[in-house]
């Protein structure tokens, strides 16, 4: 199965705050990549799919890039509803495989 | 807009088979552009693709479980259902189901999920 590392594992920031998240795959996946956003007890939310395609509907201040191996989930001027757990995901190769997560707190 | 909904017990014991269902409103479930996963998530493994289901019947499981699932789909009644035998502590966790667009037609990711259920395994 192919490994998908994220990093930081948590993270502090202020409000306002540009974020940067990780995703890091065990072999090339292309674009194949997505992100969701979960926030405590409610199922996880698609943000971005194919490294760089925003979800209609989701704020513009969230962007991710990458390809290949290496990937980002970029988060300008954080809101406090941005607080949540992040997850990338790939779907190059079955079984599709997530991220540990990304745990965003407030400072 | 389609919305998804699980079901089914939240206590199951040992060895015996954990059953749910998830059911589809909202739209259909016979779609050539979706694939129907369930999907479960515990402290211990994170995010967990259990398998998933094409209206036809087609289905494809993750090896990680061992070959202890069995998905299937009610096209009548809209929904889909998960099976897991031989369940030990192991497979406690929150069980979601979701769409996800088959790559090419519509988004390849899981677009829409369901509320999740608990499930633990306990005597």
């Known amino acids: 199965d192919i490994q998908m590392t994220q990093s930081p594992s948590s993270l502090s920031a202020s409000i306002g705050d540009r974020v940067t998240i990780t995703c890091q795959a065990s072999?090339?996946?292309?674009?194949?990549l997505n992100w969701y956003q979960q926030k405590s007890g409610k199922a996880p939310k698609l943000l971005v799919y194919?490294?760089?395609n925003l979800k209609t509907g989701v704020p513009s201040r969230f962007s991710g890039s990458g390809a290949g191996t290496h990937f980002t989930l970029t988060i300008n001027s954080l809101q406090p509803e941005d607080i949540a757990t992040y997850y990338c995901?790939?779907?190059?190769?079955?079984?599709?495989?997530f991220g540990q997560g990304t745990r965003l707190e407030i400072k | 807009q389609v919305q998804l909904q699980e079901s089914g017990p939240g206590l199951v014991k040992p060895s015996q088979t954990l059953s749910l269902t998830c059911t589809v409103s909202?739209?259909?479930?016979?779609?050539?552009?979706?694939?129907w996963n369930w999907i479960r998530q515990s402290p211990g493994k994170g995010l967990e693709w259990i398998g998933y289901?094409?209206?036809?019947?087609?289905?494809y499981d993750n090896s990680s479980l061992k070959s202890r699932v069995t998905i299937s789909v009610d096209t009548s009644k809209n929904q889909f259902s998960l099976k897991v035998n031989s369940v030990t502590a192991a497979d406690t966790a929150v069980y979601y189901c979701?769409?996800?667009?088959?790559?090419?037609?519509?988004?390849?990711?899981?677009?829409?999920w369901g509320p999740g259920t608990v499930v633990t395994v306990s005597s």
């Open positions: 995901q790939q779907y190059d190769t079955l079984p599709p495989t």
């Open positions: 194919g490294a760089s």
């Open positions: 072999q090339d996946i292309n674009t194949y």
């Open positions: 289901i094409f209206y036809t019947g087609s289905s």
């Open positions: 979701a769409r996800s667009g088959i790559a090419g037609t519509t988004t390849p990711a899981f677009d829409i």
């Open positions: 909202g739209g259909s479930i016979n779609s050539d552009d979706y694939y």
